[in-house]
């Protein structure tokens, strides 16, 4: 079975804090990919990256930064000098073929960001 | 490069009635997935159709069911609405049944009371 976690239901912080979600899934295939996504209140949910189970390099894109670790089934997502506009909801998901690929989504974590 | 476009934005529907949603992929995809989202909570996989075939489903009642056109649009229905089927529906488009990344609509609010 596959499941993703995000423990942290909400993360309260001050602009300029950096901020790390957690995110720790399960899965039996030796091929998947995770995902993060953003879901501000509009309810859109935003792609920000991508990762395979064959590619462990950390990725930075700006202000973003992901911890792929294969070991202990984590992929963490780490917001540097957080903006107000970083006040979403983040989901890490969890896609993998067992017979066709469906997404698995965590219960997603709600970031405030105050001024 | 239009992306995923979704309507209604918004419905109100009564119990025991049937609703139909509807979604355009982002251009150059072919793949159409449905997701269901509670407040509060994650996105939860409905199914997903690719060459105007149901290829994956979660676990959803028969009174959810699909339908994908020639042109890679699709249509979710769910008859016989519950109170709990009160949440918002995602649509999301990607290139084939593999590992593609998903691109999401605006999602349509659905309240049943």
């Known amino acids: 079975a596959q499941k993703v976690t995000q423990a942290q239901t909400e993360i309260s912080v001050v602009e300029k804090e950096d901020v790390t979600l957690d995110c720790v899934y399960e899965?039996?295939?030796?091929?998947?990919?995770l995902f993060w996504y953003k879901q501000p209140p509009s309810g859109e949910l935003v792609f920000l990256i991508r990762r395979n189970s064959f590619d462990e390099q950390n990725e930075i894109s700006g202000r973003y930064s992901w911890n792929f670790q294969k070991s202990t089934s984590s992929f963490n997502f780490t917001i540097t000098a957080s903006q107000v506009v970083d006040s979403a909801v983040y989901f890490c998901?969890?896609?993998?073929?067992?017979?066709?690929?469906?997404?698995?989504f965590g219960a997603g974590t709600r970031l405030f960001v105050k001024a | 490069d239009a992306g995923v476009t979704q309507s209604p934005t918004h419905l109100i529907k009564t119990r025991g009635q049937q609703v139909t949603l509807r979604c355009s992929p982002k251009?150059?995809?072919?793949?159409v997935s449905w997701y269901q989202q509670a407040l509060g909570q994650g996105p939860q996989f409905i199914f997903q159709y690719y060459e105007e075939e149901e290829r994956q489903r979660g676990n959803f009642p028969d009174r959810f069911s699909g339908h994908q056109f020639p042109n890679y649009s699709s249509e979710l229905n769910v008859n016989a609405l519950l109170l709990g089927d009160s949440a918002l529906y995602l649509c999301?488009?990607?290139?084939?049944?593999?590992?593609?990344?998903?691109?999401f609509g605006p999602g349509t609010r659905l309240l049943v009371l």
């Open positions: 899965t039996r295939d030796t091929t998947y990919y």
């Open positions: 251009s150059g995809h072919d793949t």
């Open positions: 998901a969890l896609s993998a073929d067992n017979g066709g690929f469906k997404t698995i």
């Open positions: 999301a488009s990607s290139w084939g049944t593999s590992s593609e990344t998903q691109y």
